[in-house]
Nanobody
């Protein structure tokens, strides 16, 4: 069974920073073989792509709305992925989910096999 657990969410002021973590576990889950992604969902909105990283960290991609402000990374030895968020805006308020998929990284949430339970990020206006 694969488990992804997000942490690091919270309340932060406009312009502030947060670092989200996604810890992976699972007896048959080889973290270093999976591409990983971050997605978010605000109230009343569809889940949207935030960032993705390939299994070896060679390839990283970002949505237009976060590019230049957010940085995705991973530590395969620690079975953990990160999302460093800076210059946060009220429109970044959402539940942030991490996800894992076999093969190439992708911005398509439907292609991801495993999901965490989410962590709330709130940036009040």
């Amino acid at each position: 069974q694969v488990q992804l657990v997000e942490s690091g969410g919270g309340l932060v002021q406009v312009g502030g920073s947060l670092r989200l973590s996604c810890a992976a576990s699972g007896r048959t889950f080889t973290f270093s073989h999976y591409a990983m992604g971050w997605f978010r969902q605000a109230p009343g909105k569809e889940r949207e792509f935030v960032a993705a990283i390939s299994s070896s960290s060679t390839y990283k991609s970002y949505s237009h709305s976060v590019k230049g402000r957010f940085t995705i990374s991973r530590d395969n030895a620690k079975l953990t992925m990160y999302l460093q968020m800076s210059s946060l805006k009220p429109e970044d308020t959402a539940v942030y989910y991490c996800a894992a998929k076999a093969g190439y990284s992708s911005d398509d949430y439907a292609s991801y096999n495993y999901w965490g339970q989410g962590t709330q990020v709130t940036v009040p206006s």
